[in-house]
C-alpha cells in the first residue's frame, strides 16, 4: 500500500465579530498599528480572501496566507481594541521607479465607510516617507469606481493604464506626491 502525506493546510478560525457600536467614534485615535504577527496573519489572510478582487478569484484564506507572507515586512496591521480591522501594504519599490508602492488596502467590512480606509491611507503615506520616498504610486481596476474616487479624492492622479500580469485586465496606475 503507498501512502500519500497530505499537507494538512493552515488552520485558520473565524475572526470574532467586531462590537461595531462599542467603537469610539474617533477611529482616527483608536487604531493602532502594528508590524504582523504570526496570529495576525491569519487574521489578515481570511480578511483578505473575503474581500475583493480575491473573493472572486476564489482564493482562499490558505491561499492569501501564502501570499501575504511573501509581503509580511511590508504589512502594517490596523487594530482597534486588540482586534484586527485591517491591513495596508506599502513597498519601497513597484512599478514606478523611486516611487513607493501601495500595493492594497484593505478593511473589514463591517467598518467601511467608517474613515478607516483614510486612516489606512496615512499610515501608507507615512510608511512611504518613512522610506524617503517623495512619491507613492499603486494600481487599481478603473470598474472600482469607489476605489478610484477615493484615491483621486486623496490626491492622486492617474499616470498611465496599464495591463495586469495576473489578470490581463487594465489597471490605473495612479500616483501622488508626498
Given at each position: 500500500?503507498?501512502?500519500?502525506?497530505?499537507?494538512?493546510?493552515?488552520?485558520t478560525?473565524?475572526?470574532p465579530?467586531?462590537?461595531?457600536?462599542?467603537?469610539?467614534?474617533?477611529?482616527?485615535?483608536?487604531?493602532?498599528?502594528?508590524?504582523?504577527?504570526?496570529e495576525?496573519?491569519?487574521?489578515?489572510?481570511?480578511l483578505?480572501?473575503?474581500?475583493?478582487?480575491?473573493?472572486?478569484?476564489?482564493?482562499?484564506?490558505e491561499?492569501?496566507?501564502?501570499?501575504?507572507?511573501?509581503?509580511?515586512?511590508?504589512?502594517?496591521v490596523?487594530?482597534?481594541?486588540?482586534?484586527?480591522?485591517?491591513?495596508?501594504t506599502?513597498?519601497?519599490?513597484?512599478?514606478?521607479?523611486?516611487?513607493?508602492?501601495?500595493?492594497?488596502?484593505?478593511?473589514?467590512p463591517?467598518?467601511?465607510?467608517?474613515?478607516?480606509?483614510?486612516?489606512?491611507?496615512?499610515?501608507?503615506?507615512?510608511?512611504?516617507?518613512?522610506?524617503?520616498?517623495?512619491?507613492i504610486?499603486?494600481r487599481?481596476?478603473?470598474s472600482?469606481?469607489?476605489a478610484?474616487?477615493?484615491?483621486?479624492?486623496?490626491?492622486?492622479?492617474?499616470v498611465?493604464?496599464?495591463?495586469?500580469?495576473?489578470?490581463?485586465?487594465?489597471?490605473?496606475?495612479?500616483?501622488?506626491?508626498l
Open positions: 500500500m503507498t501512502m500519500k502525506q497530505v499537507d494538512p493546510g493552515v488552520e478560525t473565524p475572526a465579530v467586531l462590537d461595531v457600536a462599542g467603537l469610539p467614534n474617533d477611529l482616527m485615535t483608536a487604531v493602532k498599528f502594528t508590524a504582523p504577527t504570526d495576525d496573519m491569519t487574521a489578515v489572510a481570511t483578505r480572501a473575503g474581500s475583493e478582487p480575491w473573493k472572486t478569484r476564489g482564493e482562499t484564506p491561499d492569501s496566507l501564502k501570499a501575504l507572507t511573501q509581503l509580511k515586512p511590508y504589512i502594517h490596523a487594530k482597534v481594541q486588540n482586534q484586527v480591522v485591517g491591513y495596508v506599502v513597498e519601497r519599490d513597484g512599478p514606478v521607479p523611486g516611487a513607493a508602492y501601495l500595493r492594497n488596502i484593505v478593511v473589514k463591517e467598518l467601511r465607510r467608517k474613515g478607516l480606509g483614510h486612516v489606512l491611507l496615512e499610515q501608507a503615506l507615512k510608511a512611504a516617507r518613512d522610506m524617503y520616498r517623495k512619491t504610486a499603486l487599481v481596476d478603473p472600482n469606481s469607489a478610484v474616487s477615493f484615491y483621486r479624492k486623496a490626491n492622486f492622479t492617474t498611465a493604464t496599464v495591463v495586469s500580469k495576473k489578470s490581463g485586465k487594465l489597471r490605473l496606475l495612479m500616483s501622488r506626491e
